[in-house]
T-cell receptor, first 118, second 111 residues
Framework: GQQLNQSPQSMFIQEGEDVSMNCTSS?????WLWYKQDPGEGPVLLIA?????ELTSNGRLTAQFGITRKDSFLNISASIPSDVGIYFC??????????????????FGKGTKLSVIP | DVKVTQSSRYLVKRTGEKVFLECVQD?????MFWYRQDPGLGLRLIYF???????EKGDIPEGYSVSREKKERFSLILESASTNQTSMYLC??????????FGNGTRLTVT
């Protein structure tokens, strides 16, 4: 299946620094989701975006739904050691409804592995 | 909060064994999914189900089957485990107005 282009693949940052990562696609999506996966655990949903241009925050995390609907960005401010993990983006074509034929599949990026140096 | 529970965190099986991975969700979600996750390959969809007794192949269904006899439960079956099925397996569910939520994963090793 199609994969989203997620970058960077990995990053090493100093504690306290801000972090930016993004996902791009050649196709339009109506929903963008951002997940974080801690080592040995399943991915956990961080932020869901449903409208082009939307900017949503969750604590130190801010995500934006690109105006073209083909990209999304995640920023983490003032990073701390527990931010370590893999961050995934996911695109969904049919907006908020996750039911109905053809509407339940997500397309995932390959992840950004974040390491934070104390 | 949505809870997706996978019955085992770690499994070690022998080549040729039949393996069952169980997943239960408590949010009355219509859709359930099985993914496998391998380094460098990301998340790959094995099978999904959008209703009881309904199933659809994902991107890599070969060597796997699934069962959904009840809405809350979705099982992944490896009919004859092989070493190339050593992986992290992730179950997930979604429903109307509720995006994909994952379980904690099962790390399967086939020797």
């Amino acid at each position: 299946g199609q994969q989203l282009n997620q970058s960077p693949q990995s990053m090493f940052i100093q504690e306290g620094e801000d972090v930016s990562m993004n996902c791009t696609s050649s196709s339009i999506f109506n929903t963008w989701l951002w997940y974080k996966q801690d080592p040995g655990e399943g991915p956990v949903l961080l932020i869901a975006l449903y409208k082009a241009g939307e900017l949503t925050s969750n604590g130190r995390l801010t995500a934006q739904f690109g105006i073209t609907r083909k990209d999304s960005f995640l920023n983490i401010s003032a990073s701390i050691p527990s931010d370590v993990g893999i961050y995934f983006c996911a695109g969904h074509r049919k907006g908020r409804s996750y039911s109905g034929a053809g509407s339940y599949q997500l397309t995932f990026g390959k992840g950004t592995k974040l390491s934070v140096i104390p | 909060d949505v809870k997706v529970t996978q019955s085992s965190r770690y499994l070690v099986k022998r080549t040729g064994e039949k393996v069952f991975l169980e997943c239960v969700q408590d949010m009355d979600h219509e859709n359930m999914f099985w993914y496998r996750q391998d380094p460098g390959l990301g998340l790959r969809l094995i099978y999904f189900s959008y209703d009881v007794k309904m199933k659809e192949k994902g991107d890599i269904p070969e060597g796997y089957s699934v069962s959904r006899e009840k809405k809350e439960r979705f099982s992944l079956i490896l009919e004859s485990a092989s070493t190339n099925q050593t992986s992290m397996y992730l179950c997930a569910s979604s429903g109307y107005n509720s995006p994909l939520h994952f379980g904690n994963g099962t790390r399967l090793t086939v020797t």
